[in-house]
């Protein structure tokens, strides 16, 4: 499911994924959302030790706790929605990092379009970005339908497939791909995506000689800034 609808279009398109890569680790939003997802288990009558078995269990089986929650005990997913990702303090917590927004705003739009590819539902994701100072550089989202019975999600398949097809991409080898996680960037190089990033984010100030070499991706970064030279042909050439 998609914000906004794309029409066929030759240029590159740059997806970006939105937790843990368009802000920092350091922030522990994830580790917020794990214990609000974690509430959420106890609040179905589930004792301590087995809510965490199963939610990691789901997560590992189903990509999302959310997914399990729904095939196994039937939950309605706005309402997990609301608890979990809704409740989040983000305002408190996210600031919009100028260099970022730079960043993103360099990436040449006769080259290459922008794009969201988010494992998170779209209230989640419009509000990250909104408080980001990013919503207006990002042409569409592509995020998990949660209004959907057997919505998929990131690293199936049928999700990437989708956000093409949503988007109006036919060719592949156009999509540019960043995500912090490992199974989903690379789901999107087996996919045969273009270029596919994996974000391992590095402490600032913290040098790294050489990227590490990771099977299944075609290129590891540690700072986001990294992707001018990764993505040089899709940066306006002021930029880099
Ligand atoms: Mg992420």
């Given at each position: ?125 419009k509000r990250v970005l909104h408080i980001l100072q990013l919503d207006d550089l990002i042409?569409?989202v ?99």
């Amino acid at each position: 499911m998609a914000i906004t609808n794309g029409t066929t279009d030759d240029r590159y398109i740059v997806w970006l994924d939105i937790d843990n890569t368009l802000y920092p680790r350091s922030t522990r939003i994830a580790e917020l959302m794990g214990e609000r997802i974690h509430e959420y288990f106890l609040s179905l009558g589930f004792e301590e030790n087995d809510a965490r078995e199963l939610h990691l269990k789901y997560y590992t089986q189903y990509g999302l706790a959310l997914r399990g929650l729904m095939k196994h005990h039937d939950i309605d997913a706005q309402d997990f929605d609301r608890r979990c990702d809704g409740s989040l303090p983000l305002e408190t917590i996210l600031k919009p990092d100028p260099k970022v927004r730079k960043l993103i705003q360099d990436i040449d739009r006769s080259k290459a379009r922008v794009w969201a590819l988010t494992n998170a539902y779209s209230t989640h994701a419009k509000r990250v970005l909104h408080i980001l100072q990013l919503d207006d550089l990002i042409e569409g989202v592509f995020f998990c339908d949660y209004a959907e019975p057997n919505f998929s999600c990131k690293p199936e398949r049928e999700f990437y497939d989708e956000a093409m097809r949503v988007a109006g991409v036919t060719d592949a080898s156009k999509c540019l791909f960043v995500d912090d996680n490992l199974n989903n960037v690379k789901a999107a190089k087996s996919l045969g995506w273009g270029c596919s990033v994996l974000y391992s984010e590095r402490e600032e100030g913290h040098t790294m000689k050489e990227h590490p070499q990771v099977e299944g991706v075609d290129v590891v970064i540690g700072r986001l800034e990294e992707l001018r030279q990764v993505w040089k042909h899709v940066f306006t050439d002021a930029s880099s």
